[in-house]
């Protein structure tokens, strides 16, 4: 049963693993590298639980408030402002970080790192009658999300980057931090919420927060298509 348990937790890590695989077709990362970000988001994994079991403690706050706190400051400022302090020095003294796609491809692999710690701890403390419904339902809404946070947060970094312009460099290191923390607040409160067209709103929130995350991969995976070609052409 634990071996089970142990693969239904690993399983959604090992599909975007192959996913970002794909999708960096041109300029593949160095593989101690990927590994590198995916500890280091183990590692901040451990010390948001910390973190957020202090915030639990000392919260306060009762209906709609509790739900605002536990979302946006619990969940969303925790996790992702954790994330984005390592993410982002360690991200952009990364010799490897050469191009936009880069940005979200470390991005992800922090957030997967994240994710499976995450996934294995709410699927091995649940109860062994539901342990199977949460990791099933995890795995196809909580893991990609934490995937849709860290595509945002990778893609304003590389903006960040690979931008000229002193004034809009520093609105989009903001936007790195900012944009995810709000995403995965918005996530966390509708999914809470007890309203009777919720889920009708959620399963809308989650089209719409793929639909623009997926684009955004598609945009920074053409890009590193045409840096790849403009490569192999000067090189006649």
């Known amino acids: 049963m634990k071996l089970n348990l142990l693969i239904l937790s690993i399983a959604p890590t090992i599909a975007f693993i192959i996913w970002c695989y794909l999708k960096d077709k041109y300029d593949k990362e160095p593989i101690i590298i990927l590994c590198k970000f995916f500890i280091l988001g183990a590692f901040i994994s451990v ?9 639990i403690d000392i919260n306060r706050y009762s209906g709609y408030s509790n739900l605002l706190y536990m979302s946006f400051i619990v969940a969303g400022f925790t996790e ?4 984005a302090l390592v ?11 050469n191009e936009k796609l880069d940005g979200i491809i470390y991005s992800i692999f922090l957030s997967l790192g994240f994710a499976t710690i995450e996934n294995i701890i709410y ?13 099933v339902v995890r795995g196809i809404i909580s893991v990609p999300a934490h995937i849709m946070f ?8 590389s903006k960040y980057k690979f ?20 995403l ?11 309203y009777k067209f919720s889920f009708v709103v959620f399963f809308i929130y989650i089209i719409l927060l793929w639909k623009v995350n997926l684009d955004k991969v598609d945009e920074y995976s053409d890009n590193s298509r045409k840096r790849f070609l403009r490569g192999r052409k000067n090189k006649k």
């Open 47 to 55: 010390i948001a639980i910390i973190a957020e079991d202090f915030l």
């Open 80 to 83: 992702e402002g954790l994330k």
């Open 87 to 97: 993410l982002i020095p360690n991200l952009l003294k990364e010799k490897s970080f």
């Open 123 to 135: 699927i091995f403390f649940e109860e062994s009658k539901t342990a199977l419904e949460v990791g």
């Open 150 to 157: 860290a595509i945002t947060m990778g893609y304003y970094i």
């Open 163 to 182: 931008s000229n312009k002193a004034i809009k460099k520093r609105e989009y290191l903001f936007m790195s931090i900012l944009v995810p923390i709000l």
């Open 184 to 194: 995965h607040g918005i996530f966390d409160f509708i999914a809470m919420i007890k």
